[in-house]
């Protein structure tokens, strides 16, 4: 089993639409979280980055942690079809630095 | 001007051959990383360094050796190439601090690497 855990979509939504990307995570050492987006044939860039259990904001993007249920969400707002990437949950414990991230779930955003 | 740049960003290769895959870093950062992204887009951690040290060695097959001449770089050696071999690998660097600034991780472009 594989300690992040994404369903690889891919996911098609129209444009303006409301996105909720989630993974699972089995590491109860987890205490970071991260989003990415990685464009097509691009490295992956960070979107979000949040501590613990809790929502953080950022313009369309809202990230949310559940420790309890060990469950992560992306939420985008009004969805563009620039958001079209795939997008990596990443989740790292207290001391590591190196990342643990899910394989992506592809985002098709139709105009 | 590109934060974290990889040379060469396509390699064709045959079995058995030794390539290497350089990385460099104008960030002023002082940890570097190398992942190996699949066909299926997992990304997986492979090495990190922090100013010129290991510090994380994850399960690799020793044909894999990272060596980091000074923080600002990081490359990728690679022997007895096998077909497994092939996926998309990427450099990272990030300043090394908790925190969302510190920790931020930033990506170079890709080395795909193709052995036949």
């Known amino acids: 089993q594989k300690e992040v855990e994404q369903d690889p979509g891919p996911l098609s939504v129209p444009e303006g639409a409301i996105v909720s990307l989630n993974c699972t995570y089995s590491?109860?050492?987890?205490?970071?979280f991260m989003w990415y987006r990685q464009y097509s044939r691009k490295g992956p860039e960070l979107l979000m980055y949040?501590?613990?259990?809790g929502n953080k904001e950022d313009g369309r993007f809202t990230a949310q942690v559940d420790k309890s249920s060990k469950y992560i969400s992306l939420f985008i707002r009004d969805s563009q079809p620039s958001d079209s990437a795939t997008y990596l949950c990443?989740?790292?414990?207290?001391?590591?630095?190196?990342?643990?991230f899910g394989s992506g779930t592809r985002l098709q955003v139709q105009p | 001007d590109t934060a974290v740049s990889q040379t060469p960003k396509y390699l064709v290769t045959q079995m058995g051959n030794d390539k290497s895959i350089k990385c460099e870093q104008n960030?002023?950062?002082?940890?570097m990383y190398w992942y190996k992204q699949d066909s299926k887009k997992f990304l997986k951690i492979m090495f990190s360094?922090?100013?010129?040290?290991?510090?994380i060695n994850e399960t690799v097959p020793n044909r894999f050796s990272p060596k980091s001449p000074d923080k600002a770089h990081l490359n990728l050696h690679i022997n007895s190439l096998e077909l497994g071999d092939s996926a998309v690998y990427f450099c990272a660097s990030s300043l090394g601090k908790t925190g969302a600034l510190g920790e931020t991780q930033y990506f170079g472009p890709g080395t795909r690497l193709l052995v036949l």
């Open positions: 590491n109860s050492a987890f205490q970071y």
């Open positions: 949040t501590y613990s259990s």
């Open positions: 960030l002023g950062h002082d940890t």
């Open positions: 360094y922090n100013n010129k040290e290991l510090i």
């Open positions: 990443a989740s790292r414990g207290t001391g590591r630095r190196a990342l643990t």
